[in-house]
Nanobody, 122 residues
Framework: QVMLVESGGGLVQAGGSLRLSCTTSGRTLSTERMGWFRQAPGKDREFVASISWNGDITNYQDSVKGRFTIARDNAKNTVYLQMNSLKSEDTAVYYC???????????????WGQGTQVTVSS
């Protein structure tokens, strides 16, 4: 059984930074695409960023480009999301996702973490 555990969420002022971490256990996902999604209150879960198995290819939602950076350390079975210049609209529960497959207008996800709350105060 694969488990994804997020950490690093919290409360931050607008303009501040946070770094989320996601550590996998049970089975290595080092050969699979990983990513982050988020869900704000009253909204659908949305894609934030993804990273290929070796880190060569990254994708971002337009609203976070230039502010967020996704990275991974396969030796540590960990994926990171560095979030800078945070805005109030970034407030959401952030979910780590494993085994992503791009299906055009959506993503297939094999594994989900339990989520970590990020709150940005204005």
């Amino acid at each position: 059984q694969v488990m994804l555990v997020e950490s690093g969420g919290g409360l931050v002022q607008a303009g501040g930074s946070l770094r989320l971490s996601c550590t996998t256990s049970g089975r290595t996902l080092s050969t699979e695409r990983m990513g982050w999604f988020r869900q704000a209150p009253g909204k659908d879960r949305e894609f934030v960023a993804s990273i290929s198995w070796n880190g060569d290819i990254t994708n971002y939602q337009d609203s976070v480009k230039g502010r967020f950076t996704i990275a991974r350390d396969n030796a540590k079975n960990t994926v990171y999301l560095q979030m800078n210049s945070l805005k109030s609209e970034d407030t959401a529960v952030y979910y780590c996702a494993g085994g992503l497959v791009n299906q055009g207008r959506s993503w297939h996800v094999d594994y989900w973490g339990q989520g970590t709350q990020v709150t940005v105060s204005s």
